[in-house]
């Protein structure tokens, strides 16, 4: 069983920055793929950075790319979203999940979430 606990969201004029954090149970996270989802009011949760496993391999969704970055610390069981020129549109509760298999295809656990908003 892994547990996830978010942190680091809050209120945000558009244009500026903030910092998420995801502390991760379990003895082998740094073979896990860690990601972070977000959803907005009314609309579905949607896929937003991954960090596989061992790798160091990222992905980005095309909506956050050059905006975004995710970086990770296997010592200390945490996966970090450091996200710029925020935009009204990021607006959402952000997820962090984790895939134990490593691929970042099959996420099976998810933090309860930490809200973002951007204000124009």
Do not use: H
Not at 90 to 95: I, K, L, N, P, R
């Amino acid at each position: 069983q892994v547990q996830l606990v978010e942190s680091g969201g809050g209120l945000v004029q558009a244009g500026g920055s903030l910092r998420l954090s995801c502390a991760a149970s379990g003895r082998t996270f740094s073979s896990y793929a860690m990601g972070w989802f977000r959803q907005a009011p009314g609309k579905e949760r949607e896929f937003v950075a991954t960090s596989r496993g061992r790798g160091g391999y990222t992905y980005f969704a095309d909506s956050v790319k050059g905006r975004f970055a995710i970086s990770r610390d296997n010592a200390k069981n945490t996966v970090d979203l450091q996200m710029n020129s925020l935009k009204p549109e990021d607006t959402a509760v952000y997820y962090c999940a984790a895939d134990p298999k490593g691929l970042g295809y099959a996420y099976d656990y998810w933090g309860q979430g930490t809200q973002v908003t951007v204000s124009s």
